[in-house]
């Protein structure tokens, strides 16, 4: 492969590179280290202080993976950094998953090519050169051949839209965007709006330290044990030894399926008694942790009748736990269980039996408006001291709209996805040539291990850089049909579930006037499988573009 740039060249204010990185997250480090890697120029921006991206800017009391640290929420290109870094708890908390990502960054001399707090106010493709120019709050402007754009899939912060928000008083913090100073909640009282995964990780955490939390809560949630605990170094040795075959059975495609968004435990629930389910169902609670998904029936997520059950026998958990009936009644969900993002607490429906824990069931009694004091609902004030937004995110699409990159004749993807997130492989776009999305809208980002599914798109991606270069052409970009194709096929495989039978943030239906649209890719590692069967029939679905002349003295 030929690279035209080795080395950043000034010209005027401007740095020239053969890819441009932005984010410098999880997968955003990968990137940088791969491309590098292949003798390619890459400059990483990051608007944030430090690196991390998602674990740097979620570090509320609480926060903590909710997969296996070991062997799943970790990276896996490197045998060394499996062998090196050793987890202390089966779920890290986010001090040490940071702490992961920054040593990753030191041991693979990451940091030399990232420049930090350095937003990107403006990407924008120049049809003549094949370049992106990318303009930065910093003043810096960089010109790239290629732009990645790693930007997260959780990352910009939903801050609802409630009457008198921008009044209050008090301290206000979203979970999404802590501070980097220690919060003291000691003898305050707390007001907690939401209770997705965040909520229900601080909450408890929370509780044990304010002398009043009143949690808001507009759509009770099921939440099984994470049980999180230390990691026995049995466990950790036991990883590294069998290293190689664990890698491969998270990267395999699931075997007899073509489709899987949580493969099961390979038995099938309608061939088993309801005492033989209940058994099994025990017995995931008792484990804990995401198994409760992954170790059910492959028909949770497709079967009325299987998820019933099992949503019926994680209301009857919250039953037993929570003391008083009348707050057990509001905590009960009843929508399809894991259709909404499954959560994992650590005492969250105990912390309902503490005295100085209030539920707000905002379904009965609204939210009218927050005031400089505290938060008024339909029946009464309530006074508080400081307000928790734990609301979630502009899921998925929030970060590359919010970048709202300039492709060709200067179209905005704001235009371009007006009323869907159109985009081929979910990770290319048409009219937008040489821009590659990580964990964009159409993989299955979010529903797959983050860290693997970042380095396998990241390796798809490499490879079409590689291909591109090797051909001596210049721009590559999907075609109009190929976005259809693939639109059919990720709303085919959506509908085939339960998932677009509820309000979520896969369905952007959390972030008001967004288009319900199911946004995630659930072939699993089916998906991977596929997007490589697509570049060894010469990148099916993409149009390839000469190498003007004007790009090769460019870079
Ligand atoms: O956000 P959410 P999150 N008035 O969107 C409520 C990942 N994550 O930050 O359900 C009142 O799930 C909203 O109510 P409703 C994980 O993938 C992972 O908790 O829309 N309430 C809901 O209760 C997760 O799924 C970990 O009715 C309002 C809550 O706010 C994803 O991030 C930890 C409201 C938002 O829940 C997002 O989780 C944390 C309003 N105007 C997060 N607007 C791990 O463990 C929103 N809500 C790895």
């Known amino acids: 492969m030929t690279s035209t740039t080795h080395h950043p060249l000034e010209d005027g204010a401007t740095e020239h590179y053969d890819v441009v990185v932005i984010g410098a997250g999880v997968s955003g480090l990968y990137a940088l280290h791969h491309l590098r890697g292949m003798g390619l120029s890459v400059r990483v921006y990051d608007g944030a202080p ?17 997969g296996p640290s070991a062997p799943l929420y970790c990276y896996t290109f490197s045998d060394e950094l499996v062998q090196e870094w050793d987890w202390t708890e089966t779920q890290a908390a986010q ?34 050169t094949q370049r992106w120019t990318v303009e930065t709050s910093t003043g810096l402007r960089a010109s790239a051949q290629f732009v990645v754009c790693a930007v997260g899939a959780l990352s910009v912060a939903n801050k609802p839209d409630i009457p008198g928000i921008d009044d ?4 206000c ?30 909450i408890p955490e929370i509780a044990k330290e304010a002398a009043h939390v009143t949690v808001f809560q507009r759509t009770p949630q099921y939440s099984v044990p994470a049980r999180n605990r230390p990691l026995e170094p049995e466990r950790l040795a036991e990883v590294r030894k069998n290293w190689d075959a664990i890698r491969a059975e998270m990267a395999a495609p699931p075997q007899g399926a073509d489709f899987a968004p949580f493969p099961g435990n390979g038995r099938s629930a309608f061939e088993e008694t309801p005492e033989q389910r209940h058994a099994l169902y025990e017995e995931l609670w008792q484990e804990g942790s995401l198994s409760f998904v992954a170790g059910n029936y ?3 997520l497709m ?16 039953r037993q736990v929570v003391r008083d009936p009348e707050t057990a009644d509001k905590l009960m969900p009843d929508y399809f269980y894991a259709t909404k993002r499954p959560i994992l607490d650590d005492g969250y429906y105990e912390t309902f039996n503490r005295d100085n824990v209030t539920l707000v069931d905002l379904r009965q009694d609204p939210i009218e408006t927050i005031t400089s004091t505290g938060v008024r609902t339909a029946t009464r004030e309530h006074a508080l001291d400081m307000l928790v937004l734990a609301t979630g995110f502009d899921a998925i699409t929030g ?24 985009n081929y492989l979910g990770m290319t776009i048409n009219g937008f040539p040489n821009l590659f999305m990580i964990h964009g809208p159409g993989t299955p980002g979010v529903l797959y291990l983050m860290p693997l599914g ?7 991606i490499a490879n079409c850089v590689r291909y591109l270069r090797d051909q001596g052409l210049g721009a590559v970009e999907p075609t109009h049909d190929a976005e259809k194709t693939w639109d059919r096929e990720v709303t085919e495989l959506a509908n085939k579930t339960l998932f677009p039978r509820t309000d979520s943030w896969y369905m952007g239906s959390n972030i008001p006037g967004k288009p319900r649209h199911f946004s995630v890719h659930l072939g699993g590692p089916g998906y991977f499988q596929r997007i490589v069967e697509v570049a060894a029939k010469g990148y099916e679905g993409f149009v390839f573009e000469e190498e003007h002349r004007a790009a090769s003295t460019a870079g």
Do not use: C
């Open 399 to 422: 970060s590359m709209l919010r970048l709202d990159p300039k492709g060709r004749g200067g179209v905005s993807l704001k235009e371009k996805w007006q009323s869907r997130f159109h």
């Open 303 to 318: 079967s009325e009748e299987i998820n019933r059950e099992v949503s019926e026998f994680l209301r009857g958990k919250i």
């Open 454 to 460: 970042a380095e396998l798109e990241t390796d798809w």
């Open 173 to 202: 913090f979203h979970t999404g965007d802590w501070p980097q100073e220690p919060v003291s909640f000691s003898g305050k009282r707390v007001g907690v709006i939401g209770t997705g995964s965040s909520g229900v990780q601080s």
């Open 298 to 300: 492959p028909e949770l």
């Open 50 to 66: 430090e690196i991390g991206g998602t674990w740097w800017y979620n570090r509320y009391p609480g926060a903590r993976v909710d």
């Open 168 to 171: 209050f008083g008090g301290e």
């Open 95 to 128: 001090p040490e998953v940071l702490a992961y990502v920054e040593y990753v960054a030191d041991r693979f001399d990451l940091r030399r090519d990232i420049r930090l707090e350095t937003w990107v106010q403006d990407a924008r493709y120049d049809e003549a």
